[in-house]
């Protein structure tokens, strides 16, 4: 198939699309191809209102007295909610707080509290940085830790025992889609005695998640990638309610007080999920993601994924159909069903590539040591956007156009 066949195939699909409408509610440049909501989400559109009146009505005309006529109070529980439906998790057990970091820190140290003398946290070498980073960071309040950063799945299988406390591991790996089989691994974890935490950075607006149906005890995850809540948009935790009573966080802030307006100098934990807050949430940045879930709502997350798996397979077989030499190898699993939402393919100047392909509006990312990576935004994305990027990424290898792009890999994001 040439690019024109494969481009009269791809309108026909978008125009059959039953996700069409949605990309209108978002601001996409006409020349870019962005591949990259599973980086940073697109803007709705309708954040820009909801922004405005929240700073022009609730903040400049109500001042003080929004905390309680806006609701901005319970605005991490009732957001929280909104954000369970999506991961398959019953009301009262979602808070939207903090950053995913800070929410890992959170559950990490309840679930290591929940089960004394066991000394291992179990997780894999691939993980997110900065989930292993604050695992590591746990050795400065559970001296005794041994954190086992797994090679493989099975020996992620393997180093589950009697003396484990956490599997914490990420849903959908980062550099490559690969996904975890949450069930059976949280099976895994639980018949081993330990708790599970899953980082759904990748997955919350991405894929379908099953939090309660899957028995998972904690999870965390961000809302600026696939649930477009803008730059810094506050993270949400999950505490499964079996233990919110037992379970306890050492940042103890006032939000997270039983009464905080009581102003006692004694902390008491709230009740429920609220316990997990710390410090006042940052009213803001709620907005643009209260505008992404309106349009959340409305769309069905199996046809999500359907078009989600549609998208990815459409870019594989394309760049598939490349000829050999330009040595692109597909790094993501090849098998929707162990896939996220995202396809990378492999290349030694991998990052020289993914500066050429953004310099010609295909935005994608790099991702050491060797990663191009693109995420498939069903919101956002048509089929035609996927044909228009591999028909960029294929001018760009044969004509060596990536030649021209040095290897600058200090400039800070990347
Ligand atoms: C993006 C990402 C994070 C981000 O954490 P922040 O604290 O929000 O910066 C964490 N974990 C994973 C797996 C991620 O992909």
Redesign the pocket.
Known sequence: MTFDDFMQDAVKRDAADPLAWTRAMFRIPDHLVYLDGNSLGALPEAALSKMQDRMAREWGRDLIASWNTAQWFTKPMTVGDRIARLIGAAPGQVAVTD????NLFKVLYAALSLRPGRRKIVSEDG??P??LYMAQGMRQMFPDLEIVQAKTPSQIEQALDGDTAVLTL?EVD?RTGRLHDMRSLTDKAHAAGALVIW?L??SAGAIPVDLDGCNVDFAVG?TY?YLNAGPGGP?FLYVAERHQEAASQPLTGWIGHADPFAMSSAYVPATGIRKFLTGTPSILAFAPLEASLDIWEKADMATVRAKSLALADLFIAMVDALPKSYGLSLASPREGAHRGSQVSFRHPHAYRIMKALIADGVIGDFRAPDITRFGLTPLTLRYADIVEAVRRFDAIMREDRWRAFPDERGSAVT
């Open positions: 950053s995913t970091s800070i993980n997110f900065s989930d990420t980062f980082d950075a990748h961000c990638k993270a």
